[in-house]
């Protein structure tokens, strides 16, 4: 699965220099696991065929095979492998030091961040959903993969890091504006930058001194009010409106399946606790152990892409190059 990206440069879908730096980084962020075992292949592919209405959980443990770093995989997430802590909401809203260092880590590892694309596991999502196999997709993820392979049945249920909302008249504006905005207003920020900055998560990278002091933060251009970005920091909640509106879907839903998620978070869990209670099927694909782990009735611990490759290709009669070429020309 490592030289997935070298073959797909081959083929010609990706350059090779994105191709040798995509196979570095899952190495990097993407935990050891021996190869997927044809009998779970084909368990999977039994799983998803039996469905109707199939509602799917994807995690971080997706993304991560696109080069983005999560929390909590064994041995290679952030809290493995350091003692570096997501900001929380009370601080991002109260403490003016941590707000700036935030932004300006923000603003340091956007161009990577927002640069990332789908991986096989994206774009099987949404040929599954092309092909009428799938009908709902909640992701926990906020770096906007599934839109970018084409899904459009689909719940950001954490938001969004390519949104930026203002906290007091709620005006929605492009991360991609804010980024000229902060530019513009910290040029010797900018002058002192380096590209050498280990990755967060989040899109933000981890600074060794404090240059982000004299970071200046952008204010709401309509009223002035406090910008934060369209997503669910840690210590926040889900809006309710939208936790109902899953469960919604949920209902609707005869199976379901968790890709690349512990569900260690509560907001998550709750939607495979919900389908337990409604005597759903229920299925994980993820490297390790899961808090739903007493709840499913098949576990397959193995890599998202290498996995979910294998299933293209039985399931479609097509292999990952078809399945990349075809959905960047929709």
Not at 238 to 250: E, G, K, N, S, W
Not at 262 to 291: M, Q
Not at 308 to 322: A, N, P
Request: aromatic share 10%; proline share 4%.
């Amino acid at each position: 699965m490592a030289l997935l990206p070298l073959r797909l440069a081959a083929r010609g879908c990706w350059g090779l220099q994105e191709a040798r730096q995509l196979c570095s980084l899952t190495h990097k962020f993407v935990p050891a696991s021996g190869p997927v075992q044809d009998a779970d292949v084909h368990s999977l592919i039994e799983f998803i065929t039996d469905a109707k209405k199939l509602f799917i959980i994807t995690g971080a443990g997706l993304s991560t095979e696109s080069g983005i770093p999560d929390y909590r995989s064994t041995g290679v997430g952030l809290y493995a492998t350091g003692e570096k802590k997501p900001i929380f909401w009370h601080e991002f809203l109260k403490d003016d030091d941590r707000r700036r260092r935030y932004w300006a880590r923000n603003f340091a590892g956007w161009p990577r961040f927002s640069s990332r694309q789908p991986n096989l596991g994206h774009f099987f999502l949404s040929e599954l959903e092309r092909r009428g196999l799938l009908h709902w997709l909640v992701t926990q993820n906020v770096d906007r993969l599934h839109h970018k392979a084409g899904s459009s049945r689909l719940t950001e249920l954490h938001g969004t890091t390519h949104d930026v909302i203002c906290l007091e008249c709620k005006a929605l504006t492009t991360r991609h504006d804010l980024q000229l905005r902060m530019r513009h207003m910290n040029p010797e920020f900018v002058a002192r930058l380096e590209d050498s900055h280990d990755e967060r998560p989040d899109g933000d990278v981890s600074f060794k001194t404090e240059s982000w002091k004299d970071f200046n933060i952008p204010d709401c251009q309509r009223c002035g009010g406090m910008l934060k970005p369209r997503v669910v920091f840690f210590g926040d909640q889900v809006p309710r409106t939208l936790v109902a509106d899953v469960y919604d879907r949920l209902r609707e839903s005869d199976a379901v399946l968790c890709i690349g998620t512990s569900l260690e978070v509560y907001s998550s869990f709750r939607f495979a606790r919900e389908a337990s209670e409604l005597k759903l099927p229920l299925a994980l694909l993820n490297i390790g152990k899961t808090r739903a782990d007493d709840l499913a009735t098949l576990h397959v611990q193995a890599r998202c892409g290498e996995t979910m490759e294998s299933i293209s290709e039985v399931l479609f009669g097509h292999d990952v190059y078809w399945l990349r070429n075809r959905s960047w020309e929709l």
